[in-house]
């Protein structure tokens, strides 16, 4: 009976990663070190407990397609040498293909990469940038385009996308139509949607904002104030608080049917036959992810925000930081009420 048999590659991976990976350091080396051999100028490291429980390496070296971005998690895979003559001629850090298979066979890796920084392409649909949209725009013309339509008439021209990311529009009437525009875009491209979408929390989740109102269909259109402003605790309108000064007018009325961006995302998905999955992220005015539930990555995606959804500090974090801001307005109200009784009670100068 034979005794002598092959090692199955997962078990010589994990053999060869005790060589090659004796501690959270030796990660950080190798890693390190692949990039140096693919001229990085430029590393960041990452770790959290040490290493123990996540380390990430980011570099600004050569990229790889996908196929050699596949073939390099195989053993003695390597870019470096193709034959024994190029080993007394070898000036890379590694050359013998190990690393990247010992440390995938002991831990979970996760590889970005693109062999050119323009593998990625950007479409900003904006009628109206501001001119440090386009100083930014001037440096990345090669992997951005810019869309000089409103939303509603741009969306239509993106033959397809990964992603979407939706801010600035805060009401109802836009919101709702864009998701629906970018639905039909991504089931006619035949992709999962994916779509990133801010202001969802207050003050816009359940109160229409306008930049343009008379381009939102009267029937659409919610009683609002160019002066009036908004406040925490107080469903009406009032004077004061946060508020556009003439950049733009806020509804009257908080909730009810047809008002505000959260409504709007709602609506949407319960207008809808497929399952989607949610995520809302309560900072900064709040921050929401609405993706197919048969998406690719949707474990992926679900896994990276489960621990922000809803999160209850966060929402205390931002409660606090609102009514902080509120305050800050208040107190420049106040000066500024001050200020102009100070004019009137100025003493006329001879």
Not at 146 to 163: K, Y
Not at 210 to 228: C, T, V
Request: charge should be negative; aromatic fraction near 8%.
């Amino acid at each position: 009976m034979a005794r002598i048999h092959l090692l199955p590659d997962y078990l010589a991976n994990q053999i060869a990663a005790g060589e090659v990976v004796e501690r959270p350091s030796s990660v950080v080396k190798e890693l390190v070190e692949n990039a140096l051999d693919a001229g990085a100028r430029e590393i960041e490291v990452q770790l959290e407990h040490g290493g123990k429980s996540r380390i990430q390496v980011s570099d600004d070296g050569f990229g790889m397609g996908r196929d050699d971005a596949l073939l390099a998690f195989d053993r003695h895979a390597t870019s470096k040498i193709a034959s024994f003559d190029d080993l007394e001629r070898v000036a890379t850090l590694g050359f013998r293909g190990e690393a990247l298979a010992s440390i995938a066979s002991v831990a979970r890796v996760e590889l970005t990469t693109a062999e050119e920084p323009g593998d990625g392409h950007l479409v900003s649909i904006d009628p109206s940038p501001s001119e440090a949209y386009f100083a930014w725009l001037q440096g990345h013309s090669q992997c951005v385009t810019h869309v000089a339509r409103p939303s509603l008439d741009g969306i239509a021209t993106v033959d397809r996308a990964d992603a979407w990311f939706i801010d600035g529009d805060h009401n109802w009437y836009t919101v709702y139509h864009e998701l629906r525009l970018i639905h039909a875009a991504a089931r006619s491209a035949g992709t999962p949607l994916l779509v990133f979408l801010h202001d969802v929390g207050w003050p816009c989740a359940r109160r229409d904002m306008y930049y343009a109102p008379q381009n939102i269909p009267a029937d659409f259109r919610q009683p609002h104030s160019w002066e009036l402003g908004v406040t925490l605790g107080s469903s009406e309108a009032i004077t004061g608080g946060f508020r556009g000064a003439g950049a733009f007018a806020v509804a009257l009325q908080e909730g009810g049917p047809r008002n505000g961006v959260l409504t709007a995302i709602e609506d949407f998905a319960a207008a809808r036959t497929e399952e989607f999955l949610w995520a809302y992220v309560p900072a900064v005015f709040g921050l929401g992810v609405l993706f197919d539930r048969e998406h690719p990555q949707a474990g992926e995606i679900a896994t990276i925000l489960a621990p922000y959804h809803d999160n209850p500090l966060l929402a205390r974090l931002e409660r606090n930081r609102l009514a902080n801001y509120l305050k800050v307005i208040e107190w420049q109200d106040r000066a500024a009420e001050d200020a102009a009784a100070t004019v009137l009670r100025a003493p006329a100068v001879a």
